[in-house]
């Protein structure tokens, strides 16, 4: 079995089955252009909280920097409610008629359902919105509404990422199941990250749980968790059928990471680093949190240049939205 070509959600069809994760502090539009150039089929913003746009918060919608119209993308929402979810995509709509034109260049919305922060979950907001099914099953209802009715006309793909639940005994219920089955009815793919929230990026993730996800869906499955290499993307495709693979740490150590996982030969590290130089030139960072990313990132690659050695600070599990 090979992953397929390409990948298809909702209107949109990425170029390859492979996606790039939302990262905090590293899912600028630089950093999703170096890795669209090397083969990601569709990049996130990092999380960004419906509330703090609809409050029209500077900071909150400087994330939403979509402004690279040769990388489409989509937007990573945190949201509670879904009077929230629609009040987002009104302020939105508005926005990218005026002050933001690049909004509307927003390609996909993906509801996060998975961020195991504890200020997220807390609020009962992310993961542990899982067992909440009502209360998902009203936000879900909402995102279709908002994509039917072409309120933001550029989202042509809805979809959310989840974990396996908050813990062991949660994973043991399987909560997650009953959240793909209702999003059969209302999203275009779905996103599971194959770990709970309890456990952090070294814990092995369970790809069987991605297998039962493929098992219950009649929409796209995307699988997540510690695909590294072409042989781990086939693998995890062969074990559960999952129609696209999202990789999120193996492209914050390598944004050409994406030339391997499609089989291609990969750019030499003077290659790398001009690719590198190019995007964050073209690309101011939206904040100061990714422009240590982007220094890093540029040290690394010039190291590697010069022969040398750096280490790679991989952002940790609640990071990776």
Not at 7 to 32: I, K
Not at 80 to 97: H, I, M
Not at 136 to 149: G, N, P, Q, S, Y
Not at 180 to 186: G, H, R, W, Y
Request: with cysteine; aromatic share 4%.
């Amino acid at each position: 079995m090979t992953l397929p070509a390409t990948f298809t959600t909702g209107g949109l069809v990425a170029p390859s089955p492979f996606l790039l994760a939302p990262m905090e502090g590293v899912s600028d539009a630089g950093f999703r252009r170096i890795c669209a150039e090397a083969g990601a089929g569709l990049g996130y913003t990092e999380m960004v909280r419906a509330r703090g746009v609809v409050r029209r918060n500077n900071s909150t919608l400087a994330l939403i920097d979509t402004v690279d119209a040769e990388a489409p993308a989509g937007v990573q929402l945190l949201v509670v409610n879904e009077g929230e979810l629609r009040a987002t995509f009104e302020v939105l709509a508005e926005l990218a008629q005026t002050t933001h034109p690049h909004f509307a260049r927003i390609a996909a919305v993906d509801l996060n359902f998975g961020c195991p922060s504890k200020d997220v979950i807390t609020i009962g907001a992310g993961p542990a919105m899982l067992k909440r099914r009502a209360k998902l099953r009203a936000i879900f209802e909402a995102l279709a509404d908002v994509k039917r009715r072409r309120v933001l006309p550029s989202v042509v793909s809805v979809s959310a990422k989840i974990r396996l639940g908050l813990n062991d005994a949660e994973r043991a219920h399987k909560v997650y199941l009953p959240v793909v089955e209702m999003a059969n009815d209302t999203l275009d793919h779905i996103v599971v990250h194959a770990r709970h929230a309890k456990q952090r990026s070294r814990d092995r993730p369970d790809w069987s749980a991605i297998g039962e996800a493929k098992a219950h869906s009649k929409i796209p499955i995307v699988g997540n968790g510690d695909v590294s290499t072409r042989a781990d993307a086939l693998h995890m495709h062969e074990e559960t059928g999952c129609d696209g693979v999202m990789v999120a740490r193996a492209a914050v150590r390598d944004p050409c990471c994406f030339f391997a996982l499609r089989g291609e030969v990969e750019p030499t590290a003077v290659e790398k680093l001009a690719r590198a130089e190019a995007a964050f030139a073209r690309f101011a960072p939206t904040r100061d949190k990714h422009r240590v990313f982007r220094e890093e990132l540029l040290e690394r690659l010039r190291a590697q240049v010069a022969g040398r050695q750096v280490e790679v600070r991989i952002p940790d599990n609640a990071h990776l939205r």
